[in-house]
């Protein structure tokens, strides 16, 4: 009997790895004044290029090798962002959640149920 209850924990385990392996020491910005001063006019680079979000609402970088422009704003407690790559279309409004740890930042697109995406501030 107390092989399967210690089964069923282990299972019970397993399952929540994923989940437990998201949490991570990222902390959420929630405030537009917080995220001016920790992300706002520095250089952020991912594997797929780099961008900066500047403080006049424009953001600019490149996506291998095309241009990225677009504008952003802060509603509640969500960096909201609408980006434009090369020729194509405009990807529409959309607000993520933004978490730091270090010199990592955090983008979790459609306000933090979508998809993560990490970069790196630099100067």
């Known amino acids: 009997?107390?092989?399967?209850?210690?089964?069923a924990f282990v299972g019970?385990?397993?399952?929540?790895?994923p989940l437990m392996a998201q949490a991570g020491p990222f902390k959420q910005i929630r405030s537009q004044n917080e995220f001016v001063d920790r992300i706002v006019d520095k250089s952020l680079t991912a594997e797929w290029g780099k961008m900066v979000?500047?403080?006049d609402g424009k953001i600019s970088g490149t996506v291998g090798s095309q241009k990225m422009v677009g504008a952003w704003n802060w509603q509640g407690r969500y960096w909201c962002r609408n980006v434009r790559i090369g020729k194509q279309e405009e990807r529409g409004t959309d607000c993520q959640k933004?978490?730091?740890?270090g010199n990592?930042?955090?983008f979790i697109r459609d306000k933090g149920r979508g998809e993560p995406g990490v970069l790196t501030i630099g100067n």
């Open 98 to 101: 933004i978490s730091v740890d």
């Open 1 to 7: 009997m107390k092989r399967n209850y210690l089964a």
């Open 12 to 17: 019970c385990l397993i399952s929540l790895a």
């Open 104 to 106: 990592q930042v955090e």
């Open 53 to 55: 979000i500047h403080s």
